[in-house]
């Protein structure tokens, strides 16, 4: 694929335009959510205020139910006819004042609390209403009012015309919170109660009037009167005011999608949630019956402060949304006409920019070509004008450069005359490295020779040695003869040892079980009779493929070193860990003794080096040992300072097959 390739001014238009382009978009996205955020906030304000006027209306027509039953109790006519009994004179006085203030129900009782006359239902007379809590506080010569749920007994009792109000088949509902009924029976009702004094100041009963709600849209009708104004939006009413029985909608203005009021409706969940079961408000955008709205609920409270209703204003969301949404449109016009004006000043901007440019362009192909006089003219004082500066001080480098590298060429040959000396006297290294090698081999193949007759040796001088007495003149030069014998076949083991290591077994091997082979051997050594040996091991620690036997020869090596080090006293200690990150197991020797020196530490691993004194030591036992971990794709680690004591590290793998 052929790749394409653009003008250094093309590229400065792209990288601007990207930048600009990027820049309105984050622009538009921002003030986008900040313009649709504001508007919405400023809208739900409206609304929390828009409650604050829907409940001066409620309490309005709760003060007036008020008003009415406190006055019509306190007339002088209504005490004197109820003290004389007198129902008939009552019933067409109070059914009188029912009419003229649309109450729904208004009831006079005794001293008692029974009922004295139902003015609705005047036959259904002499129940007992003193548990009712307005009723009782009438009776302790208190006025009050408030709304409260009416059973449908009690309503059947004044009107079934009026039970038949309050009933209320449940609408399916998106996003309502499901109910076990399908309909609702009691009704919401505002109350009010109040004493009837007599003129001796006695408690002659009480007077109780009150308004169903259920299906009662005069408030509902009034507030979206003040609040809203008639407002519309596109054929729609904008602003909707509701009061619920419980969840229920009894009497509300919110439409359904045929045009009527969406009375048996019921809130959504959330909001059933919060304002019902927790007593909260709430104010923010909730689904009202079909659509969206930004909208504000409160828990209506009986006089017994029980939550029995919410009271809901709202205004439809979408006119605030596309409001923002023109908004947006005009900004994201106004960005591209500000983007085609910005991208007609780049290409002018980009002009001054890119042709000393390609003056230095020119002038790179004449250098190119061998010239290297060529200069460019410099006419700014800006970083254009300091690389095209630059630019003919590099040349001159260049003039100066070439000619070095003329005087360089010159001397180039002798140089090379030293490298071809000094490769030479390395060949003569190697080869002097590879006979030594062979000398090694050679030194292995004559140890192989010389190991039989050093037993026969050693075997004899033992059997003379014993037949010898201990007093005789030449029992302590043949014990010397056995001791240097023993010696020689030491260092001629270990260099067989080390010219031809064994193969290990590899076998599934416990490291716990080689390590204490080991210390059992050691521990009744005199060597280690002052020795505290501390072991701290892994627990679970995972088997590993291994010569268990080569191992122990590793370990009881390092073991015997460290007692030496310690001169059979001082603390040995033995830990075991598991390395997951590099797959493999970890075995430490840590001793309190002298300690290694820096410059022993880089030989220690070689044949024959030993620290020891002449006749202890062959300096072959580190060298197997190193040897033998190698075969077991491990490595051993020393960390040691002088006179502080020292540390072995033996790490070996943890093959896939070891499981």
């Keep these: 694929m052929r790749r394409l390739h653009f003008s250094l001014r093309t590229k400065l238009i792209l990288s ?14 921002f003030g986008s959510r900040l313009i649709r955020d504001t508007l919405l906030s400023q809208a739900q304000a409206k609304v929390r205020h828009d409650l604050s006027s829907a409940w001066m209306v409620f309490h309005e ?17 209504v005490s004197n006819f109820l003290r004389a009994g007198q129902k008939d004179i009552l019933l067409r006085y109070l059914n009188r004042v029912r009419a003229e203030n649309n109450l729904d129900v208004l009831t006079l009782l005794d001293r008692q609390g029974r009922v004295f006359l139902r003015v609705r239902s005047p036959e259904t007379a002499g129940d007992d209403q003193s548990r009712d809590a307005l009723v009782r506080l009438a009776l302790e010569r208190k006025i009050v009012a408030g ?20 009933l209320l088949e449940f609408v399916p509902t998106l ?14 009702m505002l109350r009010a109660a109040a004493p009837v004094i007599g003129e001796d100041g006695s408690l002659l009963g009480a007077l109780d009037g009150g308004i169903l709600l259920n299906r009662n849209y005069e408030i509902v009708d009034r507030i979206k009167e003040i609040i809203f104004k008639g407002e519309r939006y596109k054929g729609r009413e904008t602003g909707t005011a509701t009061i619920f029985q419980n969840d229920l909608r009894i009497s509300t203005n919110v439409k359904t999608e045929s045009g009527e009021r969406a009375i048996g409706t019921r809130v959504s969940e959330e909001v059933k949630k919060a304002v019902l079961d927790e007593g909260m408000p709430w104010l923010a955008r909730a689904f009202v019956v079909n659509d969206w709205y930004l909208t504000a609920y409160e828990p209506i409270r009986d006089i017994e402060n029980r939550i029995i209703g919410i009271l809901y204003v709202g205004t439809l969301e979408k006119p605030y949304l596309d409001t923002a949404g023109r908004v947006m449109r005009i900004f994201t016009s106004i960005a591209v006409l500000c983007c085609l004006f910005l991208l007609a000043l780049l290409y002018f901007a980009t002009t001054r920019i ?23 003219e410099v006419n700014s004082r800006d970083e254009i004008g300091e690389l095209a500066g630059s630019f003919n001080r590099m040349t001159a480098d260049l003039r100066k ?73 030449h029992y302590e030069n043949l014990k010397k003869i056995v001791k240097e014998t023993s010696r020689c076949k030491d ?18 091997t416990d490291i716990h079980d080689v390590l204490e082979r080991c210390l059992a051997l050691m521990e009744r050594q005199a060597l280690f009779q002052n020795i505290h040996i501390d072991t701290s091991y892994m627990p679970s620690l995972p088997r590993i493929i291994a010569d268990g036997a080569q191992l122990q020869q590793v370990f009881m090596n390092i073991i015997l070193n460290a007692a030496e080090a310690m001169d059979g006293n001082g603390t040995l200690t033995l830990k075991t860990w598991l390395d997951p990150g590099r797959k493999e197991i970890a075995i430490e020797f840590t001793d309190t003794g002298h300690g290694i020196k820096d410059e022993d530490k880089k030989r220690l691993f070689e044949p ?36 502080r004591g020292a540390v072995f590290t033996v790490r070996l793998p943890i093959k896939e097959n070891s499981a």
């Design 16 to 29: 601007f335009l990207g930048v600009i382009v990027l820049g309105g978009f984050l622009s538009l996205v």
């Design 61 to 77: 027509k709760l003060n007036e139910v008020k008003d009415v039953v406190r006055l019509t109790a306190s007339r002088e006519s």
């Design 147 to 166: 709304a409260q749920i009416v059973p449908r007994a009690e309503l059947l009792k004044e009107d079934e015309s009026l039970a038949a109000q309050a």
């Design 175 to 188: 996003k309502a919170a499901p109910r076990g009924e399908n309909q609702e029976t009691s009704g919401l």
């Design 354 to 376: 890119v042709r000393p440019l390609q003056r230095m362009a020119v002038a790179t192909r004449q250098i190119a070509k061998g010239d290297l006089s060529h200069e460019v």
């Design 401 to 473: 450069a070439n000619a070095e590298l003329i005087d360089w060429g010159k001397t180039l040959e002798k140089k090379v005359e030293e490298r071809t000396r000094e490769l030479r006297d390395l060949q003569a290294h190697l080869i002097q490295a590879e006979k030594l090698a062979s000398i090694g081999k050679l030194a292995a193949g004559v140890a192989h020779e010389i190991n039989n007759p050093l037993g026969g040796i050693l075997i004899y001088s033992h059997l003379i040695l014993e037949d010898t007495p201990k007093t005789g003149p």
């Design 491 to 508: 260092i001629v083991k270990g260099l067989l040892d080390f010219a031809r290591p064994k193969e290990p077994e590899m076998v599934l």
């Design 608 to 643: 024959f080096f030993t620290t020891k004194e002449v006749g202890k030591g062959t300096g072959l036992g580190l060298a197997i040992s190193y040897g033998i971990i190698q075969k077991h794709q491990g490595d051993i680690e020393i960390r040691s300072e002088a006179g």
